[in-house]
């Protein structure tokens, strides 16, 4: 955004993420662990549940026209009884989860009516 105020542009389409905080009961967890290489990075998430953990990649880097790009490679879900615990921690992060709007907060107190940003959230 300083580099369109300092020519004199209009920001276009700057994206802006938000970010959710969760506190979790002692018996679910979840940890994230990022790997990174010369390719890009890989994210490895567990979700940590009494009845068993589910595990997820992300990787993402792997273009160099757009290092943001990213590409879910392993999903949560692999048989048919995770779709029940996958949809119980769901719904437990939908009660638990508090929105970070900070980055936004900024954002619009920077841009004030002289740009277009949107919000984002991946998957």
């Known amino acids: 955004m300083k580099a369109h105020k300092k020519v004199g542009s209009t920001p276009f389409n700057i994206q802006i993420g938000i970010g959710f905080d969760v506190e ?3 018996e ?3 940890n ?3 790997k990174k290489s010369d390719r890009g990075t890989v994210s490895e998430t567990k979700i940590i549940t009494p009845q068993r953990t589910l595990t997820s ?3 993402a880097g792997f273009f160099a026209s757009d290092p943001t ?3 879910r490679t392993e999903y949560f879900i692999k048989k048919r009884k995770d779709y029940r615990i996958y949809q119980n921690y769901l719904e437990e ?3 638990l989860a508090r929105p970070d709007i900070s980055r936004l907060n900024n ?3 920077e841009l004030g009516e002289d740009g277009v940003f949107t919000v984002w ?3």
């Open 93 to 95: 992060w939908v009660r």
């Open 121 to 123: 959230n991946e998957d």
């Open 57 to 59: 990649e992300r990787r």
């Open 32 to 34: 994230t662990r990022v």
């Open 24 to 26: 979790w009961k002692r």
């Open 69 to 71: 790009l990213g590409k």
């Open 28 to 30: 679910r967890d979840v």
């Open 107 to 109: 954002a619009v107190n």
